[in-house]
């Protein structure tokens, strides 16, 4: 059986000629992004945004939930993709980041697409539940503070219909996981979730060894018609 291959430079050169397709708009914003040296490294990437498009359009996603907005690439990745009348909620902290993000959703045509909330994540979440009820989203993709993401992922759950898809970005965290002399309560936090998802029986699990690592968790229906192992 076949090993992980390792990706050199190279062969990430390779993958990105014959499968990325992103263009000028998306290019810009990482360029824009990668002027914030200190905060460059939490863009999302090229080929983690097109899976996100990918993913909107396989489920069938109509309302999507962000946690964690940044500069907005994810955002506009996956309201691309989403069908006429389909909208994202997404939610972050940072006044500044986000008026990044609304120029370029605004450049690419789908600032109607997007509804931006500010403050509190936690607060938000809960607030969407008293203002939309339970099970009322199709895709959550969470891409925001690590030590928080235990929580985001309850109430992800609770806002996600059967059969959705909860999408987590980080889960390798740098490869710090792996590491057992890594206890800062980032890497704790995300290695703790990790070992939780294992399991968590609501859920169908894959983690994919790309990026930085993406955990795709699909909630099962409550009689569990349709599980995978």
């Known amino acids: 059986m076949a090993g992980q291959v390792e990706l050199s430079e190279g062969l990430l050169d390779y993958v990105r000629s014959v499968s990325l397709r992103d263009d000028g708009i ?7 992004t990668a002027l914030m040296p200190a905060l460059s490294a939490m863009v999302t990437s090229p080929e983690e945004g097109q899976l996100l498009g990918l993913l909107v359009g396989l489920t069938g996603a109509v309302r999507v939930l962000e946690i964690g907005t940044f500069t907005g690439y994810s955002a506009l990745c996956m309201a691309r993709a989403l069908p006429p009348g389909g909208r994202i909620i997404t ?3 940072s006044e500044r980041w986000t008026r990044v993000a609304r120029r370029y959703w605004e450049r690419a045509g789908v600032s109607d697409r ?3 909330r500010l403050g509190d994540a936690a607060a938000t979440l809960a607030g969407l539940l008293d203002e939309c009820g339970p099970e009322t989203f199709d895709l959550v993709f969470v891409d925001a503070d690590k030590t928080g993401y235990a929580g985001y992922y309850e109430q992800a759950l609770t806002h996600l219909r059967p059969g959705g898809l909860v999408v987590l970005d980080n889960t390798l965290f740098f490869g710090r996981v792996a ?3 890594a206890d800062d309560p980032e890497t704790e936090a995300v290695r703790a979730l990790n070992a939780s998802l294992y399991d968590d029986k609501r859920v169908d699990l894959s983690m994919l060894v790309m990026a930085d690592g993406i955990t795709l968790a699909r909630k ?3 009689s569990g018609e349709g599980a995978v192992l």
Not at 26 to 32: F, G, I, K
């Open 26 to 32: 998306l290019r810009d914003l990482v360029a824009e």
């Open 91 to 93: 939610c972050d902290i």
């Open 114 to 116: 997007i509804e931006l």
């Open 179 to 181: 590491d057992p002399a």
């Open 220 to 222: 099962r229906n409550p």
